[in-house]
């Protein structure tokens, strides 16, 4: 079956601008989670949602970042007024439900604030 | 707060050679411990998991771990590697908070197989 898919796979910004990043989860997994890859770093957890609710927010780095989840699938992670600080990689995982701890990895966006 | 540290950002091997590659964790509670394997331009994939019962867990493509509660580790080992291993290897910790897993990784380990 299909794996998590991510798009796009590469995006190049000017700073200031917005951007959005897609998540399409495996399909039925309850659970949808986004972190951050900076160069260098390990994995920086961003945000989580169960159903299309997001009980945790604290990793999200400022209120630039948003995320939405709707119909329990899809998911949107927007960055308003990109900074340079922002380029990085956005993977997104999910898994079947909390009670499953095996996350599957989408391939990931390459943000690049210019 | 649980913190993943990955002592080794870089490790050179040759091929058929042994390999450890160590990871240390930080918790007061609980936890469940798990390496990813991100091989080139490609996504994050499960190499093994440990949850309870044996602290020896085996994974895929030969890959082993102990955890170790006294020391905190949970240390990823193959007794011969191949080129294809060739990939970089993250260590994760799982603790439960609110009824939600989340997890912390470590900054990774790039283990590079040479022939």
């Known amino acids: 079956g299909a794996g998590v898919s991510q798009s796009p796979s590469n995006k190049v910004t000017e700073k200031g601008k917005d951007v959005e990043l897609r998540c399409d989860p495996i399909s039925g997994h309850t659970a949808l989670y986004w972190y951050r890859q900076s160069l260098g770093q390990g994995l920086e957890f961003l945000i989580y949602?169960?159903?299309?609710?997001?009980?945790?927010k604290s990793g999200l780095p400022s209120d630039r970042f948003s995320a939405e989840r709707t119909g329990g699938s899809v998911s949107t992670l927007t960055i308003q007024r990109t900074q340079q600080e922002d380029s990085a990689v956005y993977l997104c995982?999910?898994?079947?439900?909390?009670?499953?701890?095996?996350?599957?990895f989408g391939p990931g966006t390459r943000l690049t604030v210019t | 707060a649980q913190s993943v540290t990955q002592l080794d950002s870089q490790v050179p091997v040759f091929e058929e050679a042994p390999v450890e590659l160590r990871c240390n964790y930080s918790s007061s509670v609980s936890v469940y411990l798990f390496w990813y394997v991100q091989y080139p331009n490609q996504g994050l994939q499960l190499l093994l998991k440990?949850?309870?019962?044996?602290?020896l867990v085996k994974g895929i493509n030969g890959f082993e771990a102990e955890f170790n509660k006294s020391q905190t580790s949970f240390h990823l080992r193959k007794p011969s590697v191949h080129i294809s291993d060739t990939a970089e290897y993250f260590c994760?910790?799982?603790?439960?908070?609110?009824?939600?897993?989340?997890?912390?990784f470590g900054s990774g380990t790039k283990l590079n197989v040479k022939p």
């Open positions: 949602f169960q159903g299309n609710s997001a009980p945790d």
């Open positions: 995982a999910s898994s079947l439900s909390t009670g499953t701890y095996e996350q599957y």
């Open positions: 440990y949850l309870s019962g044996s602290t």
């Open positions: 994760a910790v799982s603790a439960s908070k609110d009824n939600f897993n989340k997890f912390y």
